[in-house]
């Protein structure tokens, strides 16, 4: 019963933890499509056997006796301690009934957006939000948090819901301003044309390389949604590709070499820790978008893009790189959450916040879900939901159960919109290197201030550490209010 | 304490086990190479869990306590009874002294067959050979067994040395006898030219296809050492390519759709059980032997090839289909073990068989290896070993402790002669078929007759209950003295 043996046992957790993480990879990229049923039950052998490690009554008899050595391991002892706490107080039964049910409603709901039939969703996720919040109750037993707080807590440790509500409640209006004054000015022209996938698969693995994305460490495949995937040596990258739309391709790339670097810049003493990973979902969206937005679509960046994909022969019908700019960070209103700009982002994420909210605390009946989500959009977006798959269909993460996860996308943007703001003020010469296709002063800076540190801090102490200062909404919206008010000449 | 909880907890570990395939199916073909050390952690950690479910003392209470409900069931427990034994029968310490050794002694073996060294690995060779002299006393404690046939049972159960010996001393003077009379012949002039990759793997595939390899549970990549990994719904091949030598890439990708197979071909309802896969290396070795020799180069199916070459624009040096048949099945003395015709293939084996017989026996010493191994290649083939890498370095096995193996490869070349007998009886129509390119009915009858009952029988009786005679070396040594009489008009 000592402190090491609880961190070799927990060091094995780990390591079959990322095995499973490489089967999901395995099933998104190569996996032959007769082989899901196979798979399924190699994922729910691999399942049962971490959850019968996370929950393994030792860890409390070695918990109650661990005396850690320095501050990274009293860090590694405090996830063991939560994680453990989490695991063990959701019963079997309740773990089994809510892996049943997510696996199947993730079908009904995927035929539901298919068929534009929400009467065929609502039954299976009236059962999902019953055990969700059956969930969230078990988790808050004994703490004075409520049921959201309990399940925010799953993807981003330390936020709460009343914090976020007043952080979102802050912005909305600003953006929901921002948005009716672009939409007011001309818009810019779109890039138009056709380009083939092999020559954005050229431009997409330089782009990898330019943000420093480790290729001996990891590798960029095709999927049908872009995701990485992986922790420490061997982290894997996907993208998409749209040959009509060749941005889509290009900034699903940088998002995930993003998220990639995070992982692979990890203290190597930390892999196979608690430490050894991103610390929290919001932390690591912070990564993958201020790669994206705040470098990658950039005037300097886009700039040496333009440039790029001249020298690769693209046929493009926007002849300057201020065109080009303007074309990358175009404005539209759209219904779709994963294709909004910059602008427009964090209204879906509030909307689907407040409404979740409300369903976990029981303020909201799904049956009223469609007709509130409805509302809310003519609201901030102004435009009626024309079909439930263009509204609140639109999502598969309600029907896996993933109810507290979509506020870590704007924590993401917020934390982003901070660590841009530090950055910029000890790097007077960013805009020379971008404009180079040189982000290696930027990423380095990340590397060093961020990534390294994995989960050695709390989420939002790892931002305020990097920063400087504790985040919050202020410097997102000054950085959009002056990026949009410029783009388009307000 | 129910059969029903073994047979649910046995499955888990087969789900287990499949992932560890899938691991190294990764390893070989898409893993970064920077991820080497932190796979090995991946693989360790699953590999401690296979260990501890292997030997887990409630297998043994089960097994007293198990009442087959059928003979698939019986089949079952006769598996994991032997199982466990096996496993149990090994001391803990014994088997991490082992998986230490041989995944160090790899990398010496390596290293000595790049500096053709013997000396650097002799030491090593010395401590695997003590080691697998111990695990096999280990194993065959209590049984009459010798120290070699308790490792040949991991390999091919139910094989014993003393029948080998006997099958091997039968075969060696008729081969070498056939190898003189094919090398006084004139030799046929082989195929020439430079064949792009693209092309090999264009035409790669389709041999697959028309061997039956079922793509919606199976793909093609490419590895440095070609391979079949995975059972059941998810049976992965891999080839090579050498852009002179399209030969190597188009039989190794037949021979391992022999073996995909078998693993695709077993009845679904054996899947995650221990009936789900092939039952023996040897039986292994006769689908993918009988695959790529005997129906892929035949006269008839070459002959298909040679058109498919032509139809593909390839710039052959050889203008007729007999041309091509004979460069096909050319006989050239050699070095290598894995580059052997099929006249040399089993003079090689068999050469690796006696001597590791005798290692194991402990009546060769691994200093006196080199020169017996020199002394035996000049009696069988005539010619002085030049170097030790194209002598006792060049294969790997020993290296990783596979003591047991190398006969299994002759075992699946006998089977395959006696599986080919009994199919050209039942299917008078075999050559018509193959000049056509349509395998159908061979395949059909391999399925049909072996490769679906899995694991149900024990290996020589698999081969038995497909041809309806006991097998012996007779066929396999009629067919080669027949072909090659043939070939080389002799």
Chains 1, 2 share one sequence.
């Not at 470098?295 to 886009?302: E, K, N, P, V, Y």
């Not at 493009?316 to 959450?337: C, D, H, K």
Request: hydrophobic letters at 45%.
């Amino acid at each position: 019963m000592s402190t090491a043996d609880l961190l070799a046992f927990q060091r094995e957790t780990e390591a079959l933890a990322q095995i499973a993480g490489r089967l999901g990879w395995d099933r998104e990229t190569m996996m032959p499509r007769g082989a899901a049923a196979h798979r399924a039950e190699e994922i729910g052998a691999l399942e049962g056997v971490l959850h019968a490690r996370r929950t393994d009554p030792r860890i409390a008899a070695w918990l109650d006796a661990a005396v850690p050595a320095d501050a990274a391991q009293a860090a590694q002892l405090r996830h063991i301690r939560r994680d453990y706490a989490r695991h063990s107080r959701i019963p079997a039964r309740l773990a089994q009934e809510l892996a049943r049910l997510t696996s199947l409603a993730q079908g009904i709901w995927a035929e539901a957006r298919a068929r534009d039939d929400v009467a065929h969703f609502l039954p299976t996720l009236h059962q999902v939000v019953a055990l969700k919040r059956e969930e969230a109750a078990a988790l808050a037993d004994g703490s004075n948090t409520g049921l959201y707080d309990a399940l925010l807590d799953d993807y981003e440790p330390g936020a709460s819901a009343d914090w976020i509500a007043g952080v979102f409640g802050r912005m909305r209006p600003r953006l929901v301003a921002l948005r009716e004054r672009v939409l007011a000015a001309p818009a810019p022209e779109p890039l138009r044309g056709e380009y083939p996938a092999e020559q954005q698969m050229r431009i997409a693995r330089d782009l990898a390389t330019a943000f420093g994305y480790d290729w001996t460490r990891g590798r960029l495949d095709l999927a049908v949604h872009p995701f990485s995937s992986g922790s420490g040596n061997d982290v894997r990258i996907t993208t998409r590709v749209n040959e009509a739309d060749p941005f889509n391709c290009f900034y699903s790339t940088i998002h995930e070499v993003g998220h990639a670097a995070y992982e692979q810049n990890v203290d190597q003493a930390f892999l196979f820790t608690p430490l050894g990973r991103g610390v929290s979902m919001g932390v690591h969206e912070s990564q993958s978008r201020s790669y994206e937005n705040q470098l990658g679509r950039s005037r300097a960046f886009t700039g040496w893009l333009f440039r790029r994909m001249q020298a690769e022969g693209c046929a493009l019908n926007l002849t300057s790189p201020e065109a080009f700019y303007r074309a990358v960070n175009r404005v539209q209103p759209g219904f779709i959450r994963t294709e909004a700009d910059e602008v427009h982002y964090n209204l879906h994420i509030m909307l689907r916040f407040d409404l979740e909210r409300a369903l976990i605390a029981g303020d909201l009946a799904v049956a009223d879900l469609e007709a509130a989500w409805n509302d809310r959009f003519l609201q901030d977006f102004g435009v009626m939901v024309d079909r439930p798959s263009h509204g609140m269909l639109q999502d598969v993460h309600w029907s896996v159960g993933l109810f507290g996860y979509f506020p870590t996308y704007s924590l993401g943007n917020i934390y982003a919109g901070c660590l841009m703001k530090a950055l910029r003020a000890d790097l007077p010469g960013l805009d020379a290197d971008l404009a180079r296709g040189d982000t290696s002063a930027a990423t380095g800076w990340m590397r060093d201030r961020l990534q390294r540190f994995g989960a050695l801090r709390e989420p939002r102490a790892t931002v305020a550490h990097a920063c400087g200062f504790d985040p919050d909404e202020g410097p997102l919206l000054d950085y959009l209010d002056a990026k949009f008010a410029d783009l388009y000449r307000l």
